[in-house]
């Protein structure tokens, strides 16, 4: 199945909006942590991601090395996730 870069969008936003608890405009680590570890027990994985882990990801995608993930830049991972690559 294939999506289109505004089914993408709207993903992202409302997974954003659901995770920036403190509606930063960004999601920090705390808050990419809970997202990916509800990611993951969605999936049926037994494991739950470690903050370390949380900010090596973080800081493999933050373009502007503020240490936090924008929109943008989620919306590049799902791109990624999506697409395979």
Not at 7 to 35: C, H, I, M, P, Q
Not at 58 to 76: C, M, R, T, W, Y
């Amino acid at each position: 199945m294939s999506y289109s870069d505004d089914d993408l969008r709207n993903a992202v936003n409302a997974v954003f909006d659901a995770y920036d608890k403190d509606k930063s405009g960004t999601l920090e680590v705390n808050e990419v942590r809970s997202l990916i570890n509800d990611a993951l027990k969605h999936m049926g994985q037994n494991r739950e991601v470690t903050k370390a882990e949380v900010e090596q990801f973080v800081a493999a995608v933050d373009k502007n090395s503020d240490g936090k993930i924008a929109k943008p830049e989620l919306f590049e991972i799902f791109k990624k996730v999506i697409s395979g690559k």
